[in-house]
Nanobody, 124 residues
């Protein structure tokens, strides 16, 4: 059974940085494209960024482009989300997701496996 576990969330001031990690177990990590999504209270879960299984292709939502960076280490079964210049509107629960394909998707319906989420709070 494939399991995803996020970590690294917390409270940060606006303008600060956080790095989220998501470790995958129970599957062959380098067979999965990986994505990060977020959900704020009262809002739909939205796409943040995604990466192909080779790491050669990445997608970003316009709202995070230039501030967030996705990367992966296939030797550690882990995908990372480096978040810089955080804004209050970035506050949300962040979820990682795995898709058994090379190409990353931008829709939450593209992903089969999900983590439980990690809270990111940004104070102004």
């Amino acid at each position: 059974q494939v399991q995803l576990a996020e970590s690294g969330g917390g409270l940060v001031q606006a303008g600060g940085s956080l790095r989220l990690s998501c470790t995958v177990s129970g599957g062959t990590f380098d067979n999965y494209a990986m994505g990060w999504f977020r959900q704020a209270p009262g809002k739909e879960r939205e796409f943040v960024t995604a990466i192909s299984w080779s790491g050669g292709t990445t997608f970003y939502a316009d709202s995070v482009k230039g501030r967030f960076t996705i990367s992966r280490d296939n030797t550690k079964n882990t995908v990372y989300l480096q978040m810089n210049s955080l804004k209050p509107e970035d506050a949300a629960v962040y979820y990682c997701a795995a898709r058994p394909a090379d190409s990353p998707g931008r829709s939450r319906f593209d992903y089969r496996y999900w983590g439980q989420g990690t809270q990111v709070t940004v104070s102004s």
